[in-house]
């Protein structure tokens, strides 16, 4: 073995120095050991096959020419790993602008896939694949995501995209519902179950405003199309509020360009949302379009049974039991927001702990009165259309019925505007109540009042009567 070969390293890191950015220097010159140079086959050790790959792709040209000038024109390179290569190499993080020290900082190139390009010397065998950290929260699944008729069709959208991920007519699947009622639960349900269906892909879960951040540095820093390549390499992208992109056309444009790709490509999309994706403002029509060749599901307030299972569920996961009084008391009790719901009870078993006595009925009520009743004023959808009718004079049943009467239009179109904003029913549980009509038929409801409200007087008297009796509920 020759000892010319670190040396010959160090006069290469010397040229190479000079010909790419610190960081680029840092991250992908610096982990590199020189093992030997022997009958012209020159021997780098790199930390993983990963590095390698992405080396090979982007700094090839500086590479070769660099080796070459300090060790000869025959000479040939060779990649080698360290022994234990499997056990911590060969991941690397998701460019983050708040991780402090990213493997793959988004100033740097992200990794490309080897194309199908001149064969070289630098490929390794065998080594096709990006690895990354999913950013998956474990405590996420399927199993312990409760099913009821309040998220059954999103929920087995989700299991049919992880077991098939990109084969479906699913693509984008797009989660729509207001907080707290299981998108983001969801979403990593579907990406771990992905993975452990298909170890092989590449999944992501990454939430909007991280990819906003990261696309503003990768801007910054000239990277737009390295950005633009990591993502275009995923082949499940899990992006969660999208709603976070909203006004913010560059990584619209951007993300645009990332979907059409990982679309064309039979990739795998989930988006969350929390408005029906045409309500959104601020989004580009062409992203909003998009959004319409996958499903749209939403995931609506759940019903008493299923928030009874979940009451039960998280009890039986953290050992405890409730009295039944209890239970039945939060369920009927906490009802537009699971969220709450473990709120209520987390504050209950804590208070249960500390005491050292058992949870009561009085306790229950004490923390729900505390936390629930007086942050979230609950308007039910029968409520709202109660009212509605009593002040046109018709019936419930008359609301719903098929009918073009302009006065029974109107009040429809005005018990579901007022539904979507007083109460936590989404547009299509709204629609249901309101004659079986579907979201859109909402949606152009919604749209139809606000622009009446806009233009006309009279009418915004009235409308605003009728608000007055709710608010004063
Ligand atoms: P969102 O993203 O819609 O705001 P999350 O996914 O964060 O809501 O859900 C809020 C909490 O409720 C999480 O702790 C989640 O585990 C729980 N949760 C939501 N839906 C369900 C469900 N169907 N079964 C069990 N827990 C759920
Ligand atoms: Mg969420």
């Known amino acids: 073995m020759s000892g010319n070969h670190v040396e010959i390293w160090n006069n290469c890191l010397s040229v190479i120095k000079d010909n790419v950015t610190e960081e680029a220097y840092k991250t992908w010159f610096e982990p590199i050991v020189p093992v030997s140079l022997e009958n012209n086959l020159f021997i780098l050790q790199v930390p993983s096959p990963f590095f390698a790959e992405f080396l090979d792709e982007h700094h090839l040209n500086l590479l070769k020419p660099v080796i070459k000038r300090f060790a000869g024109e025959k000479v040939k390179l060779a990649y080698k790993l360290p022994v234990d290569s499997s056990a911590s ?169 990332i979907f059409n790709h990982l679309q064309q490509n039979n990739k795998q999309i989930v988006i969350t949302s929390d408005k029906f994706p045409s309500e959104l403002q601020g989004m580009e029509d062409r992203l909003l379009s998009r959004f319409k060749w996958g499903l749209t599901a939403d995931l609506q307030a759940p019903d008493l049974s299923t928030r009874t299972s979940i009451i039960r569920e998280k009890l039986y996961d953290n050992g405890i039991t409730f009295p039944d009084e209890v239970v039945q008391y939060i369920a009927s009790n906490v009802r537009n927001n699971i969220r709450e719901l473990e709120g209520v009870m987390n504050s209950l078993m804590a208070q249960s702990l500390l005491n050292k006595r058992a949870v009561t009925l009085e306790m229950a009520q004490q923390i729900i009165d505390r936390f629930v009743r007086n942050t979230v004023k609950e308007v039910s959808v029968e409520y709202i259309i109660n009212i509605v009718c009593e002040y046109f004079k018709i019936s419930p049943e008359q609301l719903a019925l098929k009918t073009r009467k302009r006065q029974v239009v109107q009040a429809r179109q005005i018990a579901m505007y007022l539904a979507k904003k007083y109460s936590n029913a989404s547009l299509a549980a709204i629609g249901q109540q309101c004659g079986k009509k579907d979201h859109a038929t909402v949606h152009h409801a919604c749209k139809t009042i606000a622009n009446q409200l806009e233009t006309d007087k009279q009418f915004k008297v009235m409308f605003a009567d009728i608000e007055k009796k709710i608010a004063l509920q």
Not at 114 to 122: R, T, V
Request: hydrophobic share 35%; aromatic share 8%; net charge positive.
């Open 89 to 257: 190499n060969g991941t690397m993080t998701v460019p983050s602008s708040n991780r402090s020290v990213p493997k793959n900082p988004i100033g740097q190139p992200p990794p490309q896939r080897l194309s199908d390009g001149p064969i070289n010397p630098f490929v390794i065998p065998g080594l096709k694949k990006l690895q990354i950290d999913s950013q998956l929260n474990e405590n996420y699944t399927f199993d312990n995501f409760i099913e009821g008729d309040c998220n059954r069709l999103a929920r087995s959208a989700g299991m049919k995209i992880a077991k098939e991920p990109g084969k479906t007519a699913f693509n984008p699947l797009v989660i729509y519902s207001g907080t707290g009622l299981g998108k983001t639960h969801l979403c990593h349900a579907i990406g771990l179950e992905t993975k452990r269906l298909h170890p092989e892909k590449t999944v992501l879960y990454v939430q909007a405003e991280q990819l906003s951040t990261q696309y503003v540095t990768a801007n910054k820093n000239n990277n737009r199309p390295d950005f633009i390549n990591f993502y275009q390499m995923i082949d499940v992208l899990i992006i969660d509020d999208i709603q976070f992109l909203a006004g913010k056309a560059g990584t619209q444009d951007v993300f645009f360009h």
